[in-house]
């Protein structure tokens, strides 16, 4: 257990360590090449202070930062583009050659917008709402707190630090789209993922899960219908259950609903589809929830069924896998390497440029070999940091 404590405290060190050494580092550059740009200096330190923590923010969840944090952010990354571009503007003839020495800062500043923007929790789509209330429903921007939820964990594919949007409710349940950020190393996507809750049951069920499309091969029960043995993969511990609740009308429902897969969990019986939610998989899937549990067999429910849990609210049943701190060391390392990297070509080539252009000799503080060699290792160890960080996401994210 100290062991265990000592290394986190290490790795939290190691990870306060790479973003001050980054700052300075960005800081005493032009010092290499013996060129000074008016306001590098205080751009500099505003990027070290404000934009490095931003920029370990970004890389250190899997998923969106909570609102006051994306707002945090977003100011944070206006101050600092604002100062660069004041100091562009102090350069004034030399603005082109100070531009290309911190052009590296001005993408990473466009890369943290676009991540914010990717998982920025937009408002309920137009057509949605349209779609819900045509039929009645109601659409809300977040999960109303008064929402009847099953009081189980949902076993869905849904990664950490998930967001709810788009919720449509219904008289006997509610549609959603579960959001968060999936990692692949230094690589991220945005998931979504369509919800179709039901009404609860009155007991709870033994799991079930009936997962669309994936020709896995590891299928726990073969049915009578080779078409949807061929669509569907059955997951579950009882065949005898499974094959009661799979009966031939709820196969077809399942099948003319496709892609829709199925989880039946304690208290829940939940519907979910891999894309965002959209007017035609809203009506869809609420549409196979309503209609699955309008047919649950009754012998079904008092064979296999069991007192359901009292509590309620929306949980899903998260993944072992998780990131370690390591891996956001790794991370954040990589990033930092691949920006002091970037940020020293840059400085080498305006340095270089502008003094062709005045007509001087170019006389760095290192010979040019030596320089250029320093970016090659540093790209390097970026490079292999990103790799390891990418081998260690796909075992742990």
Known sequence: MRSKSLGSGMLSV????????????????????????????????????????????????????????????????????VRIVWSLY???????????????????????????????PWATTRALADAAQARGWTAYRELPPDLDLPGTALPLPVGRRWVVR?????????????????????????????????????????WLQVVPGRALTRSDLSLESAEFNRSFDVLGEDSRYLMAMLQPRAMQLLLDAKPVGLVVAGDALVAYDEQGLTPES????VTAVQRLTAILPRHVLDQWGTNRTSSAGLRFAQPERKVTQGLVVLRLLATSLGLIALA????????AAESQ?????????????????AVLVLAAAAVGCGYLARSQGSEVA
């Open 344 to 351: 020293l070509a840059a400085v080498l080539a305006a340095a």
């Open 282 to 285: 809203l009506v869809r899937g």
């Open 90 to 120: 102090d350069a004034g003839s030399r603005a082109a050659f100070a531009a290309i020495a911190i052009s590296p800062l001005l993408v990473l500043l466009l890369v943290a917008v676009l991540l914010f923007v990717y998982s920025w």
């Open 166 to 206: 788009n919720v449509v409710r219904t008289p006997d349940g509610a549609a959603f789209e579960v959001r968060w950020l999936e990692w692949h190393g230094l690589l991220c996507r945005r998931r979504r993922l369509a919800v179709f809750v039901g009404a609860r049951l009155p007991v709870a069920l033994p």
């Open 14 to 81: 190691a990870y306060l360590l790479v973003l001050v050494n980054t700052g300075i580092a960005l800081l005493l550059m032009p010092q290499l090449v013996n060129a000074d740009w008016p306001g590098w200096t205080s751009s500099m330190v505003g990027f070290a202070i404000l934009g490095m923590p931003v920029v370990g923010l970004l890389v250190s969840g899997s998923g969106s930062p909570a609102r006051i944090g994306r707002w945090i952010g977003v100011l944070v990354i206006a101050a600092v583009a």
């Open 357 to 373: 252009s005045l007509g001087v000799a170019f006389e760095p503080k290192y010979s040019v070999g030596t320089l250029l060699v």
